[in-house]
């Protein structure tokens, strides 16, 4: 061996000892660096960097590492060639995060050491010392950071992971005390060793291949060694639980230590259970399925309910781990002959962007298998285009939208192109089913979006008379909303004993399937399938490794003490297994669950044939999975994909979260998945806020243009929640401006008119487009605001903020503002007993209203102007005696409607109509109109109009003699409707009741109902049906047997009085009608009828 200096350097960390390998030596340790060189690092290669409270660094100076160490199988750590070429390629990441345990060992005393014995003594002492450490960590594979005077510090679990690192460090530390224990120096004699373990979350940064190691875990070691008496090991809580029962310990118990703001639990290691560790790889196998056959019976009979024409849906329903994919894989495999699989797939970047699984499987049709599908390419990309907006516009091109496939999305309405998806995918997944049995697979829906949902539970109703199993995994059991179809639901439980040890015997060698160990396996892996085969198929090559060919095996009790406690431990042993390859699985992590081998170049920047030796690797390993798309990629589990992803610095992986975000938003990548909402994720991870809500709120206006309101919700609502983590002063107004009314557009919709939060939302919105001067988008704000006032029945308030519109909309010279704010004032005017001025206003509306324009501008919560206008112009044309007139023009209102295609549209429409029938006098067109109205309002979950479809369902009731079970229905709707915030229309309803109790016999009870409505009139100012309010009050008082002549002179007076001002002539009629009746039942010469007869001129 030859030295590089010409004398021996003292061990300091001033003077690293560096010695050159030669044949005749075998080395230590061995590196492979771009130089082409190899060292051993035979002394002091690091020194102590500075503390902090709670945090140390420590910075090796020497020992250049350029890669990932393994083990070989001389017991030196070498760099796998493969390691070199991915180092040569470029691919460099700052470090990564690791669970390590720490280890210090100091002599005790050492400054009385120094002062008393001569140097040469001394030196004697600490070579001792510092021989006995390094042979310590060789046995039990500790990677030495080095010697800092009399202190050693020591590192498991760096560079690779083999689960046992807490075991290993204690058990080296016991192994120096007790060898430099029995040593005996003659001037210094028996000299103490004292150590401190701790174990945890450590940052491993790497500049130019030099390892620095961040983290509390560092900090708490040297602190638990200076607490630490002669001869004592302290070790942390958590060193203690990893090293389980390999060590037998005693609680010092909770202490205070410096630098931790909280009492941490102590104890002392005392000795070693059991010993000698060894590393053990992982790899993925095939796996017999072992206790699913009950499973596995229930599926195949819901098959065979398939075949006979009986469509069905199953959820397996388990915590990662359990099988659930395994399950359905084994099923597939077994069905003979084949049926045709349609297999999906959510992502969890993707649960706010509609219709992701049905895309994605779109995308990838084209490519394979074209033939097999009823579907030509032409329609698949038609449907495509029309679900994700892919050929360039935020709405399909009219080219795209006029292919007979789509020809129901002729429409630039948000509510139709929604339903128009739904209907085109019901029949692109019914004409697959209609050719033959068909199995629809969806994993992982506990990631899906609504719409899919929504299209699934729709799609439930289509596919119960056909030959369609409809398969689901989830780790979350959902039961179906909406039409039923035969579901079955298959919650996976953990394996029992007796089935895990099955499994073991399948999978375990022979040489390897001992009692012992299987018993250790079970109760380690608590029944989770995926940790028996993963623990079993180690242990089995590990076997094989030490056999070498002679047939032995690893001794059983020497596996129990090296055995991972987790699934998490042995992916992160299998990405240590890689060597660099385990670089870009952290890298692809990033991209997300499934990645394309386009931006994962990007993002390396490596040569495409060492990218493809990597991606091979992981494959062999198990690790990844190649999908049915080429150069597209997917993480074998998402553990995997966690455990890679969770390795990475934070700093590293907030740059390449935002190198995704680039290449995503500047389209650099044509295999990448592209969208807002991805791009939004990645910025968001980046920490770069801005840029992520304006993401978000693409996303969320992408999401609205198909009416996808509960994905337009969680968009906005995270692009506001991301603008709230900016400063004030700093925080973009236009951009909360647009999420807010994106916000409250959705909510409408969803929730109702009148709801809080969607007040809260334009509320907001008003305040930050008067702060912007945004005219235009004021006006949204204002309009959403009168639309809260209008529906809770405060109709003054709702006229302030019409008033305001229409102020607007003179300063903004647009006909769709002047369309806006006539019809504002026109509705207003109309419930508030107006009706020549409504009249007026909603004519205007009508005349500025441009088709075009309107739909142009049209937001999913928005009925059509023209269509809105023509049914408050109906009422009110029949309240003023035009009932033929009022007619043609809710005819009209919802022939517009029906065309639109909009469901809470064409539901408005069909209630005003259905209300406009039963005072025709038509009860049965009401009923048809009102039936209609119930099958979209259940259809399209529009529970705003569910309520008043239940109040006319009541007052039918009434009408045809049920009087009780009517006033039931009437009182429950308007329950309903009041509990959403809604006030409008109350005294019609109360109205009804009135009515009903009048017929019943009622008379205290509809009286009461009564005095409520006019209260209701008073407080909101809803007036066009108080002249009804009073005649019905008059019918009351004539009902009782002593009639009060006074008061019914004041009801019938008030009712002619307030008719007759308001030119309510319908009205008028009605109490002309009553009076009638009461003459002819009573003595007309009373004189209360003598004034009313005055009063109204009924000759006349």
Request: charged share 25%.
């Amino acid at each position: 061996m030859t030295r590089l200096s010409g004398t021996v350097p003292s061990p300091s960390k001033s003077s690293p000892c560096i010695r050159r390998v030669t044949p005749v030596q075998r080395p230590t340790y061995e590196l492979l660096n771009t130089g082409a060189q190899r060292y051993v690092a035979a002394g002091h290669w690091g020194s102590l960097g500075r503390m902090r409270s709670g945090c140390a660094r420590f910075r090796p100076r020497d020992g250049r590492f350029g890669g990932v160490w393994r083990q070989d199988d001389r017991g030196g750590k070498v760099l796998e060639r493969q390691s070199r070429r991915m180092i040569e390629s470029g691919i460099s990441l700052r470090g990564e995060r690791r669970e390590l345990t720490i280890l210090f060992s100091d002599l005790v005393g050492f400054t009385k050491l120094s002062a008393s014995l001569d140097p040469e003594d001394l030196n004697e002492v600490i070579g001792a010392f510092e021989q006995l450490c390094r042979r310590a960590l060789r046995r039990f594979d500790g990677h030495l950071e080095g010697f800092h005077g009399d202190c050693v510090l020591a590192f498991f679990g760096y560079p690779a992971i083999r689960g046992d690192e807490a075991a290993r460090a204690v058990m080296a530390a016991l192994a120096i005390h007790e060898g430099f224990e029995t040593q005996r120096f003659p001037q210094a004699g028996i000299v103490k060793v004292h150590s401190g373990i701790a174990t945890g979350v450590t940052a491993v940064f790497l500049e130019d291949g030099t390892p620095r190691f961040v983290g509390e875990p560092v900090n708490l070691a040297a602190r638990l060694q200076k607490m630490a008496g002669p001869g004592e090991i302290l070790i942390s809580e958590p060193t203690r639980a990893l090293a389980g029962e390999a060590i037998e310990t005693q609680h010092r118990g909770e202490r205070f230590i410096k630098g931790v703001s909280d009492k941490r639990p102590i104890w002392r290691a005392v000795r070693p259970v059991q010993d000698s560790l060894k590393p053990k790889p992982i790899a993925r196998g095939q796996t017999a399925l072992i206790g699913r056959e009950p499973e596995l019976r229930v599926l195949a009979e819901c098959w065979r309910q398939c075949l006979e024409g009986k469509g069905q849906r199953v959820v397996v329903s388990g915590e990662p781990g359990i099988g659930k994919s395994r399950l359905v894989r084994q099923f597939c495999d077994a069905l003979s002959p084949a049926p045709r699989i349609i297999n999906l797939r959510c992502d969890p970047r993707h649960a706010s962007t509609a219709f992701h699984p049905f895309t994605e499987f779109l995308r990838a049709l084209p490519r394979r298998d074209r033939e097999a599908h009823p579907d030509a390419p032409e329609r698949v990309q038609a449907l495509l285009a029309l679900i994700s907006g892919e050929d360039g516009a935020a709405l399909p091109s009219a080219s795209t939208r006029g292919s007979p496939a789509l020809a129901g999305a002729q429409t630039d309405d948000p509510a139709a192109i929604r339903r128009a998806i739904l209907d085109q995918l019901t029949a692109f997944a019914t004409g697959i089913a209609a050719r033959g049995p068909t199995l629809i697979v969806l994993e992982d829906a506990h990631w899906i979006d609504p719409s899919s949902r929504e299209f699934l539970n729709d799609l439930g109703g289509s596919l119960q008379d056909s030959r369609t199993l409809l398969l689901i995994t989830s780790r979350h059991p959902a039961r179906q909303e909406g039409r039923a179809v035969r579901e079955t639901v298959l919650a996976l439980n953990r394996l029992s004993d007796d089935d895990a040890t099955r499994m073991l015997g399948f999978l375990l060698t022979q040489h390897q399937n001992v009692p012992s160990l299987t018993r250790e396996i079970c109760a380690r892996a608590s029944g989770l399938p995926l940790f028996i085969e993963q623990v079993a198929l180690a242990v089995n090559q590990e076997s094989g490794t030490q056999a070498n060919g002679k047939g032995r095996c690893a001794d059983p009790a020497q596996v129990l003490t090296r055995m991972p406690r987790s699934v998490q431990e042995l992916v992160l042993i299998g990405l240590d297994q890689t060597a660099s390859a385990k670089k870009i699985a952290q890298i692809a992590s990033v991209i997300g669950n499934e990645f394309d081998l386009e931006t994962l170049q990007r993002l390396v920047a490596a040569p495409p044939q060492a990218l493809r030796r990597a991606i091979s690797l992981l494959q062999t390993s198990g690790l990844i999975k190649p999908l049915s798309a080429p150069d597209r990629f997917a993480f074998h589990h998402a553990l995997v994909r966690e455990a890679a992803y969770d390795s990475l610095l934070r700093k590293d992986r907030i740059a390449l979260h935002r190198r995704v975000a680039e290449i995503l938003q500047r389209g650099e990548a044509s295999g990448a998945q592209a969208g807002p909402a991805v791009a939004a994720y990645h910025y968001t991870e980046a920490g770069l806020i801005e840029e992520a809500a304006r993401s978000r709120i693409a996303a969320a206006g992408h999401a609205l243009e198909c009416a996808a309101n509960f994905e337009v919700i969680a968009h906005a609502s995270e692009a506001l929640a991301l603008l709230e983590r900016q400063p004030a002063r700093t925080r973009e107004t236009r951009l909360e401006l647009a999420a807010q009314l994106l916000l409250g557009t959705a909510l409408w919709s969803v929730e109702g008119f009148a709801s809080t939060e969607v007040e809260k939302a334009f509320k907001r919105a008003q305040v930050l487009a008067e702060r912007c001067g945004d005219a235009q988008q004021l006006l949204v704000a204002y309009r959403g605001l009168f639309g809260c006032f209008y529906a809770r029945g405060r109709l003054e308030r709702a006229a302030q903020k019409a008033d305001k519109v229409k102020a607007l909309a003179e300063g903004l010279r647009e006909r769709s503002a002047h369309c806006i704010g006539h019809l504002c004032a026109g509705q207003t005017a109309l419930w508030r007993g107006r009706l020549i001025e409504s009249q007026t206003q909603l004519e205007l509306s009508l005349l500025e209203y441009d088709e075009v324009d309107q739909r142009r501008r049209l937001l999913s919560f928005q009925i059509d102007p023209a269509v809105n206008a023509g049914l408050h112009l109906s009422w009110g044309l029949w309240l003023q005696g035009n009932p033929a007139q009022a007619k043609t023009c809710s005819d009209a209102a919802l022939s517009a409607a029906r065309e639109f295609g909009q469901p809470f549209g064409l539901a408005m429409a069909l209630f005003w109509k259905a209300v406009l029938h039963t005072w025709l006098a038509e009860r049965g067109v009401a009923r048809e109109l009102r039936r209609e109205l119930c099958e979209i309002a259940a259809k399209h979950t529009i529970s705003y109009l569910s309520a008043p479809a239940t109040i006319l369902e009541g007052e039918d009731r009434i009408d045809r003699g049920d009087h009780q079970h009517g006033i039931q229905l009437v009182t429950s709707g308007l329950r309903a409707f009041q509990s959403r915030r809604g006030g409008l229309g109350m005294p019609w309803s109360m109205s009804i009741i009135a009515e009903g109790c009048l017929r019943g016999g009622q008379i205290e009870a509809g009286t009461r109902a009564i005095a409520t409505a006019l209260s209701a009139v008073r407080s909101n100012q809803e007036r066009y049906w108080e002249a009804e309010l009073h005649r019905l009050n008059a019918e009351l008082i004539f009902a009782r047997p002593v009639i009060d002549q006074r008061a019914l002179s004041r009801s019938l007076s008030r009712a002619f009085a307030v008719a007759r001002s308001q030119n309510a002539l319908s009205l008028q009629w009605r109490i002309e009608q009553s009076v009638s009746r009461m003459c002819a039942n009573h003595d007309r010469d009373l004189p209360v009828f003598q004034t009313i007869g005055r009063t109204a001129r009924i000759s006349e």
